[in-house]
């Protein structure tokens, strides 16, 4: 196994990336029940912090596997790498250490109080602006691009925007699209088109001061009558769910969910332009019909939130908030669940003039 790291100069708050390789033989990278490479750090202060690592590419017998990592502090830390097959540590190497130098950045952030949110840095954050869903459906309109509505909303003094992934937008773990020309099918294991979407997206936040709460996922991708038929998750497409509740209660579907999230986060979670983590879009919208009977149990729907919020603070050393939402009908125990950082409502129609 050999690393390296990519950047000479590290600052706290700015990403430094380190290239790990390996001749481990493995089926399936993505697949943390079968192979991870972890990287554990210990911090100035001496407490220890969990970073995955992402799977970027095979080339004869060595895979390339990627670490990026954002220091919080400034001093010294010590780290070493890990490689963990079918639950067991196979071997640890590569322990070296690395100095971060002082910025005067301001971080990630977190919760303040019940109207505010903060930086690492102490420094209050009020967001102001507004949901950039999507990218124009077509790819060759660039009026309604990110590349021409972040550049207006940060001149116009916002600072802060909210993205799906979708099936038509970083479509990160779907290989049908629609309603879409600029991602293409797929047979990848994520979305090629849509990794290198969200890289994009994520460093022209940065480049504008744009903080970003991102949507896993949208309700339609789980009712019957929309995208459900074309859902990675499917049975008819492979998946391990025969229906949309199965999403949230099938053994195979959770793991299979917490593998996309240890992917996020190994490859996104750097990143100090990322305001929040959201699980979905309106989930009430999939979990009720129009005339509010219920076709997703609701205890089904908490008791995923539960474990999958716990399970991404598990391997998120950064401590971005975790939220969700619903459009205006709640799903009984979520708002009350301790893992989630706040909860939001999307109410329409409802202002009085």
């Known amino acids: 196994q050999v690393v390296r790291q990519l950047d000479k100069d590290i600052w706290q708050y700015q990403k430094v990336e380190f290239l790990i390789q390996l001749d481990d033989e493995f089926k399936n990278p993505y697949d943390r029940r079968e192979i991870e490479v972890n990287m554990i750090l210990f911090d100035p202060n001496g407490d220890s912090l969990y970073l995955p690592c992402y799977f970027e590419s095979q080339e004869r017998d060595l895979s390339q596997w990627k670490a990026r990592f954002t220091p919080q502090e400034a001093g010294t830390y010590n780290y070493y790498f890990q490689v963990v097959k079918r639950g067991n540590v196979k071997r640890d190497f590569g322990k070296k250490t690395f100095q971060s130098s002082e910025s005067d950045g301001d971080g990630f952030l977190h919760i303040n109080d019940l109207w505010t949110l903060k930086f690492d840095s102490g420094k209050p954050f009020r967001g102001i602006g507004e949901n950039v869903g999507w990218d124009p459906r077509s790819h060759g309109d660039p009026k309604y691009t990110y590349e021409y509505l972040l550049p207006t909303l940060s001149s116009n003094g916002a600072n802060f925007f909210r993205s799906w992934m979708a099936p038509n937008n970083f479509p990160l773990e779907w290989k049908q699209v629609v309603q879409t020309n600029r991602y293409q099918n797929t047979d990848k294991h994520f979305n090629p088109g849509g990794i290198q979407r969200f890289d994009e997206v994520v460093e022209l936040a940065k480049s504008l001061g744009l903080y970003m709460m991102v949507a896993f996922d949208s309700h339609n991708t789980l009712m019957e009558e929309r995208q459900w038929k074309i859902h990675n998750y499917n ?119």
């Open 235 to 353: 049975a008819v497409n492979g998946g391990p769910a025969r229906n949309p509740t199965e999403f949230f209660t099938s053994p195979k579907a959770r793991e299979m969910y917490k593998n996309r999230l240890r992917y996020i986060v190994a490859r996104w979670g750097y990143s100090t332009s990322i305001g929040a983590w959201e699980f979905f879009n309106e989930i009430d919208n999939a979990a009720f019909t129009r005339s509010d009977s219920i076709i997703i149990p609701h205890k089904a729907i908490k008791d995923w939130h539960q474990e999958m919020a716990a399970f991404l603070k598990s391997i998120d050393p950064y401590n971005h908030i975790v939220t969700t939402s619903v459009s205006h009908r709640e799903i009984e125990g979520v708002y009350a669940l301790e893992e989630l950082d706040l909860n939001q409502m999307h109410v329409y129609k409802r202002t009085k003039q």
